[in-house]
T-cell receptor
Framework: AQSVAQPEDQVNVAEGNPLTVKCTYSVSGNPYLFWYVQYPNRGLQFLLK??????LVKGSYGFEAEFNKSQTSFHLKKPSALVSDSALYFCAVRDNGGYQKVTFGTGTKLQVIP | GAGVSQSPSNKVTEKGKDVELRCDPISGHTALYWYRQRLGQGLEFLIYFQGNSAPDKSGLPSDRFSAERTGESVSTLTIQRTQQEDSAVYLCASSPMGLGAETQYFGPGTRLLVL
């Protein structure tokens, strides 16, 4: 069975500082990994994904994530946080085989403090 | 093009009533997912449809919950004899086959309140 862990319910960071939102995963085969963002009162939006290739993936709004196979992690990062980045962030994983079921983490609330 | 749409956007019902939630996926998307999101919590997988294959119903919390999908189009999620703990936002997502199959496209959700 596949699973995702987001160990932090909430992350607080000052505006302008770098941010990291942690994610670790477990999957039987090779993973496809995703980050989604949910702004208040809005639906989930795709942010970025790792499928294959370069371990550092760049996505929307200046976010990036690094795939680390040995640590089974896919932490989300941004060099300089904006107040508008405050939202709920979900990490997700699926096996890269034919079965497309995706498993989501419980979410991490990011609060960027002005 | 049009995204995933869900209806109704909000539904208030009385305990014990049945409700039906609808999802229109993006045209051509073969995979369709239902999730539940309780207030302040993460996504809870409910059911997954992939083309004509048997759906994965492993996430349905009880036999009061059921879902149908006609071919590769509309899906309905039915909750019978609703309970207060069913109150949540029900999210639908779809994804294509082949290139881009990895990414899910979410609808705006149906906010269900059971009184």
């Amino acid at each position: 069975a596949q699973s995702v862990a987001q160990p932090e319910d909430q992350v607080n960071v000052a505006e302008g500082n770098p941010l990291t939102v942690k994610c670790t995963y477990s999957v039987s085969g090779n993973p496809y990994l995703f980050w989604y963002v949910q702004y208040p009162n809005r639906g989930l939006q795709f942010l970025l994904k790792y499928i294959t290739g370069d371990n550092l993936v760049k996505g929307s709004y200046g976010f990036e994530a690094e795939f680390n196979k040995s640590q089974t992690s896919f932490h989300l990062k941004k060099p300089s946080a904006l107040v508008s980045d405050s939202a709920l962030y979900f990490c997700a994983v699926r096996d890269n085989g034919g079965y497309q079921k995706v498993t989501f983490g419980t979410g991490t609330k990011l609060q960027v403090i002005p | 093009g049009a995204g995933v749409s869900q209806s109704p956007s909000n539904k208030v019902t009385e305990k014990g009533k049945d409700v039906e939630l609808r999802c229109d996926p993006i045209s051509g998307h073969t995979a369709l997912y239902w999730y539940r999101q309780r207030l302040g919590q993460g996504l809870e997988f409910l059911i997954y449809f992939q083309g004509n294959s048997a759906p994965d119903k492993s996430g349905l919390p009880s036999d009061r919950f059921s879902a149908e999908r006609t071919g590769e189009s509309v899906s309905t999620l039915t909750i019978q004899r609703t309970q207060q703990e069913d109150s949540a936002v029900y999210l639908c997502a779809s994804s294509p086959m082949g290139l881009g199959a990895e990414t899910q496209y979410f609808g705006p959700g149906t906010r269900l309140l059971v009184l």
